[in-house]
């Protein structure tokens, strides 16, 4: 059935500016606090989180963020014995395969849990969040992903206090070239966000960044939290093997990929498809750099509309259009 409807990505909107009371980007707020609906659980964090590949949601990637107040999804092949190294700002990541996954929140330290799945429309899924939810009524809990508003009431009844939206968007999946399915990002959180609010749910924009101002626009979007990976491969920090040519390159890839399923699970299943990527990520430095700059820019959208705090950037407006940028030097920048 086809659907008569406009659909957009973060490249397909720009953020209308506004007379702002705020000189600089020093005086905005980009952390604030938020309070789970079902478990009442309160934190502060900025609104960014380190998506749980096995690459970038690791220990380290946590101790280089922690002094930017940005969290990071812990990787599910983590043991219950490594995870009582978390740390409180950090999510503990389970999916329904972990025979042990009350062991793994039980040793972590924090209280904040990630229940992940590609495919997060599946009634066995929404029975396995009741399920987390009754044994741990107090911590915070994230699941998804899901695209559409539909079934959201359903994850509401589940008992999450945030639910991940995206898929087939992100950079290193291949979902929407295998299986065909998605919805464009911007629009897939935009219609989300309106009607988790209906419930007081938060709601996680993951994956779809491919430029640092897509965070903003995320936000504007109806975000609470966005969450990336690719972004932040790369790095010294982060665990991508180094790919031994003239030029500095990381071997990165997505976790649906024919290398994460044979890394983890002893190969590729014969009834499943390779909806992941492996390549080459040129070499970034410091995952510092990266951080300070994502940070920057969040706050300089926040100066260009009045955004005093993260809560008041989904007060902006946003307008459709056909280019985003003059790509007149894009082949020839040799820096920001």
């Not at 946590?62 to 409180?88: E, M, N, W």
Request: proline residues 2%; contains cysteine.
């Amino acid at each position: 059935m086809f659907k008569n409807k406009e659909y957009l990505d973060y490249s397909d909107v720009l953020i209308k500016p506004r007379l702002s009371g705020f000189d600089s980007r020093k005086d905005v707020l980009v952390s604030r606090w938020y309070i789970g609906v079902k478990s009442k659980t309160a934190f502060t964090s900025t609104p960014i989180i380190i998506a749980n590949l096995d690459t970038t949601g690791t220990f380290e990637v946590s101790r280089a963020l922690y002094k930017h107040d940005i969290s990071v999804a812990l990787h599910k092949f983590y043991t219950p014995t490594q995870l009582g190294a978390s740390r409180v700002n950090d999510w503990v990541t389970i999916g329904m395969r972990d025979t042990n996954w009350k062991e793994k929140v039980w040793c972590a330290r924090t209280h904040k849990i990630i229940i992940d799945v590609a495919n997060g429309y599946m009634v066995g899924f929404l029975e396995f969040i009741a399920k987390v939810r009754k044994a741990f009524p107090e911590h915070y809990i994230m699941a998804g992903n899901i695209c559409t508003p539909d079934i959201i009431h359903l994850y509401a009844e589940a008992g999450v206090d945030a639910i991940k939206v995206g898929i087939g968007q992100g950079a290193l999946c291949r979902t929407r070239v295998t299986a065909g399915v998605g919805v464009p990002q911007f629009t897939a959180v935009l219609d989300c966000a309106k009607r988790a609010k209906r419930f007081k749910l938060h709601v996680c924009a993951d994956g779809g960044i491919s430029e640092y101002a897509d965070f903003s626009k995320a936000l504007v979007a109806g975000a609470d939290f966005v969450m990336a990976g690719s972004i932040f491969t790369g790095h010294d920090e982060t665990s991508d093997e180094f790919y031994n040519g003239e030029e500095k390159f990381k071997v990165t890839y997505g976790m649906s990929s024919a290398t994460a399923m044979n890394k983890h699970y002893g190969g590729k299943e014969a009834h499943r498809a390779s909806e992941g990527r492996t390549v080459l990520v040129p070499y970034r430095g410091s995952i510092d750099t990266t951080a300070e700059e994502i940070l920057g820019s969040i706050r300089s959208t926040m100066t260009y509309t009045d955004s005093g705090c993260i809560e008041d950037l989904k007060k902006a407006q946003w307008i459709r259009v056909n280019n985003v940028v003059n790509n007149t030097f894009i082949n020839q920048t040799i820096g920001h």
